[in-house]
Every structure is written in C-alpha cells, then in structure tokens.
C-alpha cells in the first residue's frame, strides 16, 4: 500500500463548479500538508499549505485536513478553464519546506470545460 | 519558477549513453531536490543536500545514478549508463533551511527519452 493515495481522475466539470480533490494517507506521522497544482510541461507550484488539522481558505481554494480520518482536501470554488491541471498532495512527518521528505500523491487530472 | 533553472529541457539519447541533468537556483535556497516523475509511479524523491551536503539519497535507484552540488548554486544528476526504463521527467527544487518557512520550488524539469 502507498503512503498516500490520489484517485488519478481524469475529473471533468462544467466552468463554474464546486471541485472536490482528495487524498488519503496511511502515515499518522504526517503533520505537514500541501497541495501543488502542475500545468502541462510545467514544474509543480505551491498552491495551498496547512499545519496539522483544520481548514485554510485562501480565494477560491479551501484545503481541509481531517487527521483522525487521515484524509485531506482541496476545494475549488466557482472552477475556471484556467484551473485545469493535475492537482498533487504532498505532506511531510516534519516541516516539509527544507530538509524533510515531501512525499507525493500521483496526482488528479482536472479538466475544467467552458 | 524563475528560481530554479534547469537544463536541457528535452533530451533523447540511446541507450547505453551517459546523460547529464543541470539544476541552477537562482534564488536564495538553502536545500536542493532532484525528483523523477512518471505516469506509473507519479513523483517520487531520487536525492537532496542540504548546504551542497547530501542527506538522503536513499530513492536513487541504482548505482547508474549519481548527483553532485559542488556549490550552494548548482548540481547535477548523471545517469550512466543509461537505460530506456530511466525514460521520466526529471524535476530539481529548491528548499529553505532547516525549519524556515521556505516551501519548495520546481523547474520545469528534464524530459528524457532513452531508446
């Protein structure tokens, strides 16, 4: 069993949905939590970073964590063709932006059609 | 990300031959990841230093691999010799320090096809 599960997609939706991304994991070590979204042919860039359990909103983006459950989330509000991309988990045991592993879900591929 | 260069973007070579993979960080990190990504097995962690020093190296897959961070600026991840299996996206980040509040940053990685 992988340490982090992503259900790959591909995920369509119509412009202007609710999306729904998730992640699962199996490591109750993990304490860090980040989303990076990746067009294509591109690197992956940070999107959203939470600490622990609980929710952070930043615009559109709403990343939850729930601990317990050892599922994590990311919504996106209103959805645009601009926010079509794979969407990556990834999380770390410590803090993840230096000398921690970051280890990755595979990722989600979302289309978002006009 | 304009903080971390990488070089070539593209590289297609045969099998047997010895490829060569450039990070250059242009902005101020402290800590450097070379990462391999493929469809099957998604983004998985090959190496990374912390101060040119390297700390874990324990996702290179086999001996044909190896890095080197000869300055605080620069590295390199060499592949000899190659094989058509090491065919991925080849990506470099870069970190903070220790317990910095610095998250990583990606090039646009290395493709590489192997024959």
């Known amino acids: 069993q992988k340490e982090v599960e992503q259900d790959p997609g591909p995920l369509s939706v119509p412009e202007g949905a609710i999306v729904s991304l998730n992640c699962t994991y199996s490591?109750?070590?993990?304490?860090?939590f980040m989303w990076y979204r990746q067009y294509s042919r591109k690197g992956p860039e940070l999107l959203m970073y939470?600490?622990?359990?609980g929710n952070k909103e930043d615009g559109r983006f709403t990343a939850q964590v729930d601990k317990s459950s050892k599922y994590i989330s990311l919504f996106i509000r209103d959805s645009q063709p601009s926010d079509s991309a794979t969407y990556l988990c990834?999380?770390?045991?410590?803090?993840?932006?230096?000398?921690?592993?970051?280890?990755f879900g595979t990722g989600t591929l979302l289309a978002v059609q006009p | 990300d304009a903080g971390v260069i990488q070089s070539p973007r593209h590289e297609v070579t045969e099998m047997g031959q010895e490829v060569t993979l450039r990070c250059k960080l242009i902005?101020?990190?402290?800590?450097l990841f070379w990462y391999r990504q493929t469809m099957m097995r998604g983004l998985e962690l090959l190496i990374y230093?912390?101060?040119?020093?390297?700390?874990?190296d324990s996702g290179m897959p086999e001996d044909r691999f190896s890095a080197k961070m000869p300055n605080a600026s620069f590295s390199t991840l060499k592949i000899q010799p190659s094989e058509p299996r090491d065919s991925a996206v080849y990506f470099c980040?870069?970190?903070?320090?220790?317990?910095?509040?610095?998250?990583?940053?990606f090039g646009d990685g290395t493709r590489l096809s192997i024959l």
């Open positions: 902005s101020g990190h402290n800590s």
């Open positions: 230093f912390n101060n040119n020093v390297p700390i874990d």
């Open positions: 990834a999380m770390s045991a410590a803090y993840g932006g230096a000398t921690n592993k970051l280890i």
């Open positions: 490591n109750s070590a993990f304490q860090y």
């Open positions: 939470t600490y622990s359990s």
């Open positions: 980040a870069g970190g903070g320090t220790i317990n910095s509040n610095q998250p990583q940053h």
